[in-house]
């Protein structure tokens, strides 16, 4: 039972944008921290971006601070993840994730209880 949809993966050009998005189906997750993870081709699934409850903190992975952002809308239960300044090696599935502690400064993937199915990000040089 999918409870977390992510959407706006593609197909974009380096140096190009893309908005991803991830929107709650079944329950809500309007209270919980949420995360955005990635695998690229052949590696293990890795941390990008997290958000507090309240969006009132963030946390990001070195390799995308100051290019990419997150941020959420609790009314609609939905969490973004907008990516400037793509590049090849951010090739990759992008996941969101949930989990109920409110600590968004942690990576680890198995505090995360709730998971989403994917979507591609494929960035052309």
């Known amino acids: 039972q999918v409870q977390l949809v992510e959407s706006g993966g593609g197909l974009v050009q380096a140096g190009g944008s893309l908005r991803l998005s991830c929107a709650a189906s079944e329950r809500t997750f309007s209270s919980y921290t949420k995360a955005w993870f990635r695998q690229p081709p052949g590696k293990e699934r890795e941390f990008v971006a997290a958000?507090?409850?309240?969006?009132?903190?963030?946390y990001y992975a070195d390799s995308v601070k100051g290019r990419f952002t997150i941020s959420r809308d609790n009314a609609k239960d939905t969490v973004f993840l907008q990516m400037s300044s793509l590049k090849p090696e951010d090739t990759a599935v992008y996941y969101c994730?949930?989990?109920?502690?409110?600590?968004?400064?942690?990576?680890?993937?198995?505090?995360?209880?709730?998971w989403g199915q994917g979507t591609q990000v494929t960035v052309s040089a």
């Open positions: 958000i507090s409850w309240n969006g009132g903190g963030t």
């Open positions: 994730s949930a989990k109920a502690s409110t600590n968004y400064g942690t990576t680890e993937l198995y505090l995360y209880n709730y």
